[in-house]
C-alpha cells in the first residue's frame, strides 16, 4: 500500500527533476542566444542570407540593423519574435507593416523605424538613448510596450509620431519624453497614447535638469 509519505516523497523528487530540466534549458537558452547583424541595403526580415552570422533571428537573439540599410518586415507566419532589436546608424531603418514582438526596442544614432502593423514590446522602448537623433513613426498601427523613454542621455534626441489612428499603449509607465536629453510627442490625424493599465499612467516631461520635452497634440490624444 502506497502511503502519503511515499506520494510526498515522489512529488518532491518530480518537482527536483523539473527544476533541473527548466535550469537545463534556460541555460541552453542562454547559450543560443546570438546578435545578428542585418547586412543588406535592403531585403526581407525572415531571409537567413540577411544577415550576419547566417540565419533568420529568433527568440534568445538580438537583431541589429546598423548599416544604413532597409529590414522590412511584412506579414510572415510565424510571427518574427526576438529578444532586442537594435536599429542604430544613419539610414539604419526598420519597415514593419505585419506582425512582430520583442522585448526591448532600441532605435538611437541616427536609426528609424516605422510600422503600420502591430509591433508588441513586452518591456522597455527606447528612442534616441545614445547621442544623435532617432525616430519611430506609427502609421495606422499598434504598439503596447511597458514603458517608454525619448531622449534618455544628454546630447541625445528621440522623436516619436503617432499618426492615421496609430496607437501606442504604455502599459505600466512612465513614459517619458526628455529624460536627460531632447524627446518629443507628436500624435497627428486621430493617433492615440495611452499610459497606464486604465489611462492612468504618469508621462513626464523634461524629467532632468538640462532636458528638453515637446507634446504635440495636433488632433490627437493623450490619456493619462
Known amino acids: 500500500m502506497t502511503s502519503r509519505s511515499d506520494i510526498q516523497r515522489g512529488s518532491m523528487r518530480a518537482l527536483k527533476t523539473a527544476g533541473r530540466a527548466f535550469t ?3 541555460a541552453v537558452a542562454s547559450a543560443n542566444a ?3 547583424n542585418w547586412n543588406q541595403p535592403s531585403g526581407a526580415f525572415n531571409v537567413g542570407t540577411n544577415w550576419t552570422p547566417n540565419g533568420v533571428p529568433g ?3 538580438t537583431a541589429r540593423v546598423a548599416n544604413g540599410g532597409t529590414c522590412s518586415i511584412p506579414f510572415i507566419s510565424p510571427e518574427p519574435a526576438v529578444r532586442m532589436f537594435e536599429v542604430t546608424g544613419s539610414g539604419s531603418n526598420i519597415q514593419a507593416t505585419g506582425l512582430l514582438s520583442c522585448d526591448d526596442l532600441t532605435i538611437t544614432q541616427g536609426g528609424a523605424a516605422t510600422f503600420s502593423g502591430i509591433w508588441t514590446v513586452n518591456d522597455e522602448l527606447l528612442v534616441g538613448s ?8 506609427n502609421v495606422d498601427g499598434f504598439m503596447p510596450c511597458r514603458i517608454a523613454t525619448l531622449g534618455t542621455i544628454a546630447g541625445a534626441a528621440g522623436e516619436l509620431l503617432v499618426t492615421n489612428r496609430g496607437f501606442v499603449n504604455v502599459t505600466q509607465g512612465p513614459l517619458t519624453v526628455g529624460r536627460a536629453g531632447t524627446g518629443e510627442l507628436n500624435l497627428q490625424n486621430d493617433g492615440f497614447i495611452s499610459v ?3 489611462g ?3 508621462v513626464k ?4 535638469a538640462g532636458s528638453v520635452g515637446t507634446l504635440n497634440y495636433g488632433n490627437g490624444i493623450v490619456a493619462t
Do not use: Q, Y
Open 24 to 26: 537545463i534549458l534556460a
Open 34 to 36: 546570438a546578435t545578428l
Open 59 to 61: 527568440a534568445a537573439d
Open 130 to 137: 545614445s547621442a544623435g537623433f532617432a525616430r519611430l513613426d
Open 196 to 198: 497606464g493599465e486604465n
Open 200 to 202: 492612468d499612467g504618469i
Open 205 to 208: 516631461l523634461a524629467e532632468l
